[in-house]
């Protein structure tokens, strides 16, 4: 990554530039330094001219910086505690995706808009994104994106009520998934198998899911989750002992990455396991910090939770 720093530095050429930061934001994402991807989005979509650079999507990734960009930044400030500001950039790469008229450029930006809803926990609208692209995928995809598109569907079933028809959906692109080798995001779809396996109260496969996911080397996106999901699935499998262990977990690496989103659930996950502990005040003493940081989202899932826990913990 340093090498193409260089080469656009000495070349002073900005389309260079900007495939250094497009590099960057995503090694720096995976990584979980999401602060410092952001920094490489802003820099790079500052280089960005779309009648100058419209053409990397034909020579660079397959895909177009600008909309990549901007899909990247939706996922990640949902993440960092700026969902209606990721809302907005999604329909952003959306609109520049349907403007470029390439489809590779297109289907990423459907399929990254199923991946924020999916975060967001918005089942009916990961539904609504993934029955546009999963054609297009079968038609123009790869297999990684029609795995991926495939496991997210799944998700989305099952949280819908549709337990096992979702969870068979979630084992199809699972295992076509596997069968591409991809390791890219590895920790973001394991962990979102074992969400699903979670809902649907398969403990046993969701547990072996999400410890496959913690030893993914190197790849720390969603790790705040990864611990949260452990947890929860312990708690439900009557496992009690790591419970709490595990949502301190989730708590340390969602402080560590500024990933507010997470950290919130991860305080809602450990302020239920206390109030049922019998130490209420605690669970508020815990909740009520991280709940206040937020500005903008309250129409959430995560937020409404959060509230409405926060309201008993007070009564």
Same mark, same amino acid.
């Given at each position: 990554?340093?090498?193409?720093?260089?080469?656009?530095?000495?070349?002073?050429?900005?389309?260079?530039?900007?495939?250094?930061?497009?590099?960057?934001?995503?090694?720096?994402?995976?990584?979980? %330094?999401?602060?410092?991807?952001?920094?490489?989005?802003?820099?790079?979509?500052?280089?960005?001219?779309?009648?100058?650079?419209?053409?990397?999507?034909?020579?660079?990734?397959?895909?177009?910086? %600008?909309?990549?960009?901007?899909?990247?930044?939706?996922?990640?400030?949902?993440?960092?505690?700026?969902?209606?500001?990721?809302?907005?950039?999604?329909?952003?790469?959306?609109?520049?995706?349907?403007?470029?008229?390439?489809?590779?450029?297109?289907?990423?930006?459907?399929?990254?808009?199923?991946?924020?809803?999916?975060?967001?926990?918005?089942?009916?609208?990961?539904?609504?994104?993934?029955?546009?692209?999963?054609?297009?995928?079968?038609?123009?995809?790869?297999?990684?994106?029609? %795995?991926?598109?495939?496991?997210?569907?799944?998700?989305?079933?099952?949280?819908?009520?549709?337990?096992?028809?979702?969870?068979?959906?979630?084992?199809?692109?699972?295992?076509?998934?596997?069968?591409?080798?991809?390791?890219?995001?590895?920790?973001?779809?394991?962990?979102?198998?074992?969400?699903?396996?979670?809902?649907?109260?398969?403990?046993?496969?969701?547990?072996?899911?999400?410890?496959?996911?913690?030893?993914?080397?190197?790849?720390?996106?969603?790790?705040?989750?990864?611990?949260?999901?452990?947890?929860?699935?312990?708690?439900?499998?009557?496992?009690?002992?790591?419970?709490?262990?595990?949502?301190?977990?989730?708590?340390?690496?969602?402080?560590?990455?500024?990933?507010?989103?997470?950290?919130?659930?991860?305080?809602?996950?450990?302020?239920?396991?206390?109030? %049922?502990?019998?130490?209420?005040?605690?669970?508020?003493?815990?909740?009520?910090?991280?709940?206040?940081?937020?500005?903008?989202?309250?129409?959430?899932?995560?937020?409404?939770?959060?509230?409405?826990?926060?309201?008993?913990?007070?009564?």
């Amino acid at each position: 990554m340093d090498q193409l720093f260089d080469i656009a530095h000495t070349t002073n050429e900005n389309a260079l530039a900007l495939q250094a930061h497009h590099a960057a934001w995503h090694t720096f994402w995976v990584m979980g %330094s999401l602060a410092e991807a952001r920094q490489h989005i802003a820099s790079g979509l500052s280089f960005y001219r779309r009648e100058a650079h419209g053409e990397q999507a034909f020579q660079y990734g397959g895909h177009d910086p %600008s909309v990549c960009g901007r899909a990247s930044e939706a996922l990640i400030a949902t993440a960092m505690g700026y969902p209606a500001h990721g809302a907005k950039q999604m329909e952003e790469a959306l609109r520049a995706a349907h403007e470029l008229d390439h489809m590779p450029t297109r289907i990423q930006a459907l399929w990254c808009a199923a991946e924020l809803y999916q975060i967001l926990r918005e089942p009916r609208k990961v539904e609504e994104f993934t029955n546009v692209v999963l054609p297009l995928l079968a038609d123009h995809g790869s297999a990684v994106g029609l %795995s991926n598109a495939t496991m997210l569907r799944g998700w989305a079933q099952v949280l819908r009520g549709q337990a096992e028809e979702g969870i068979s959906r979630m084992r199809e692109g699972l295992a076509a998934w596997r069968a591409t080798g991809s390791k890219f995001q590895a920790t973001y779809r394991l962990a979102r198998a074992a969400d699903a396996h979670l809902f649907a109260g398969e403990t046993d496969v969701g547990l072996q899911l999400i410890d496959e996911a913690i030893h993914q080397s190197g790849d720390n996106w969603l790790l705040p989750d990864v611990h949260r999901v452990r947890g929860e699935l312990l708690l439900l499998s009557g496992q009690n002992n790591d419970v709490e262990e595990c949502f301190g977990r989730a708590l340390k690496a969602a402080q560590a990455q500024r990933a507010r989103l997470l950290e919130l659930r991860a305080a809602m996950s450990m302020a239920r396991l206390w109030r %049922s502990q019998g130490k209420p005040q605690q669970a508020r003493e815990l909740l009520a910090p991280v709940y206040g940081w937020f500005t903008e989202g309250f129409d959430t899932l995560d937020l409404k939770e959060a509230k409405a826990l926060l309201d008993e913990l007070h009564a």
